[in-house]
């Protein structure tokens, strides 16, 4: 869902919203001079970190408005000659639905299903692919089962077919070496928030060589190389790019840690209790995202007891509806299955004390729920709960 | 000769650093006098086979001009006067002259550089065929050739002004 800031980070911005507050795009004096260094060095941070030039990054207001101009902007420029893009199902909602705001205006758009493991087909995406396809949009790591797609045959791919490679990269970027030129990436999406930087700042990487264009969704003085038009909002872009500068640096230490966090989780908690599904694949995967589900147990009423610990069913964005995840239902789980599906995240402030709470507490609520489950006193018994006649009343 | 400050290169860089450069702008006197309203070539323009190329203005009206191989397409279009501004004075600093070619994969049109790219970028309505008209050099190949003007610059002279050639 997000990453409190790390204090270095806030250390970074803090002069930016004082003294240093200048708009980064004054020429005439010494305010504008000196923020638009620290936004420029900014800028530079974040292309190191993701193997790309300086003049490569735009800065946006989070990953949701960069997938937006990714989706919108190049299809929307290609339009005379491309009106195809291709996509995945689980991708996060504000790329699908970006999608399916291109639909109306007279877009087609292929949606690809999943294996049961998260990770796309590359054969389906490639028959996929027509003469007329604009962009192909698949997320680098997921959000809600932590799948890692494996972005640099997609990008060989798309790239050795001519159609531009989108991949929305917040939950990856900063926990996983990413190379846009080694990966063949002509757009990627980074989100502030998601590796310890501000909430409301984020970019968009978009390749220059060859140039990829696309129509800006945002109207105005023609900053950010015309792409986003607004002022950059100097103190979020210095907090992204230190941010961004720490986790190049704490990278590896944080995947081992994280992983290693992420491993106790799982095997404390299926050692202790049976019928656990661990949702996606978990070798090509951020250690970070897990995501459990649980038989016979209803997914809220496991949230709710679950209440001092912060975790989700399903990701922050969907946490309000009431239908299952589709992602989970994309990888084709059961929907009860789906229902009892909660996602712990562990990060770079993760306790290991933090951890076995979350698991002692989660092993003796699903007992509780368990107890009182009428379907899981059937399940003990050896009925087969698919073989149920229910009915209705 | 006349010396003017100009920007070395427009987006990037402060007023006050060292990104403005000293140009000596290559003007003869004659061709001075010749810009400002003659449709003839100016005197010092490369002689060759003349060119024709179709303009449409932003109303849809088409207007034929007549230039010479080895002759800016700026400059051209600036002899007939037509309403195409160039701020920078083709020293490929800005993106006003940017203009929609029909042929934009035609051998005998040079190839975008990547400075030409930069500076595209952010010219408003962009195409896929689109082009900064101080970096077409006339060829005969281009002959019959057919630009398009753009319905705005980047300049917000939302009154319909042009501002006049420097």
């Known amino acids: 869902a997000t990453t409190p800031l790390d204090p270095r980070v806030l250390d970074a911005m803090l002069p930016y919203c004082t003294g240093l507050f200048g708009n980064p795009h004054s020429r005439s004096h010494a305010y504008g001079w000196e923020t638009e260094t620290a936004v420029e060095k900014a800028r530079a941070q974040v292309a190191q970190l993701i193997g790309a030039d300086p003049k490569e990054i735009v800065f946006t207001s989070g990953a949701t408005e960069s997938n937006n101009i990714a989706i919108k902007g190049v299809a929307r420029f290609y339009k005379s000659r491309k009106r195809h893009l291709i996509t995945s199902q689980t991708e996060h ?265 979350t698991v002692d507490l989660c092993v003796r609520q699903v007992r509780r729920l368990r107890e009182l489950s009428p379907l899981w006193e059937m399940v003990q018994e050896g009925v087969d709960l698919k073989s149920i006649q229910w009915t209705q009343h | 000769l006349p010396r003017l400050l100009l920007p070395a290169a427009a987006p990037s860089g402060c007023f006050c650093n060292s990104n403005w450069a000293l140009v000596r702008k290559p003007v003869a006197a004659a061709t001075a006098a010749a810009y400002s309203s003659s449709s003839t070539a100016p005197a010092d323009a490369p002689a060759g086979p003349p060119v024709s190329v179709t303009v449409i203005d932003k109303s849809g009206k088409e207007h034929q001009v007549s230039g010479q191989s080895g002759e800016n397409l700026l400059r051209l279009l600036q002899r007939y006067e037509l309403p195409v501004e160039g701020a920078c004075e083709a020293s490929l600093a800005c993106c006003t002259c940017h203009v929609y070619v029909d042929a934009p994969d035609s051998a005998d049109l040079s190839s975008v550089t990547e400075a030409e790219e930069d500076m595209l970028d952010m010219a408003p309505f962009l195409r896929e065929n689109s082009r900064l008209s101080c970096q077409i050099v006339l060829a005969a190949g281009l002959d019959g050739m057919r630009v398009t003007l753009p319905q705005a610059t980047r300049n917000f002279y939302v009154d319909g002004h042009v501002p006049k050639p420097h």
């Open chain 1, 93 to 357: 909602k504000c790329v699908l639905d970006s999608c399916r705001a291109l639909e109306s205006e007279g877009f087609e758009v292929t949606y690809l299903p999943v294996k049961p493991s998260g990770l796309l087909d590359l054969a389906s995406l490639e028959s996929a692919i027509r003469p007329d396809t604009a962009l192909v949009s698949v997320m680098t790591v997921n959000n809600e089962i932590g799948v890692r797609q494996p972005v640099e045959k997609i990008g060989a791919l798309c790239r050795s077919r001519g159609v531009f490679f989108h991949t929305d990269a917040a939950q990856a970027v900063g926990k996983m070496p990413i190379d846009v030129n080694a990966a063949c990436i002509d757009l990627m999406s980074i989100s502030g928030h998601k590796l310890y930087g501000p909430k409301g700042v984020g970019a968009i990487y978009v390749r220059r060589r060859p140039r990829v264009r696309l129509e800006p969704l945002q109207s105005g003085g023609g900053q950010e190389r015309g792409m986003r038009s607004g002022t950059v909002p100097s103190f979020l872009a210095v907090g992204l790019g230190a941010a961004c500068q720490l986790a190049g640096q704490e990278m590896a230490f944080d995947a081992e840690r994280v992983d290693r966090l992420s491993q106790r989780l799982i095997d404390r908690i299926v050692s202790q209790l049976s019928h656990v599904v661990v949702n996606g694949d978990r070798d090509s995967c951020y250690p970070g995202c897990v995501n459990l589900s649980f038989a016979c147990v209803e997914g809220e009423s496991l949230l709710m007891a679950l209440k001092d610990v912060a975790l989700s069913s399903g990701s922050a964005c969907t946490s309000a509806s009431l239908e299952p995840s589709y992602v989970l239902r994309a990888i084709g789980a059961d929907e009860d299955l789906a229902h009892s599906s909660i996602r712990f995240g562990i990060g770079r402030f993760t306790t290991e004390a933090e951890v076995d709470y």
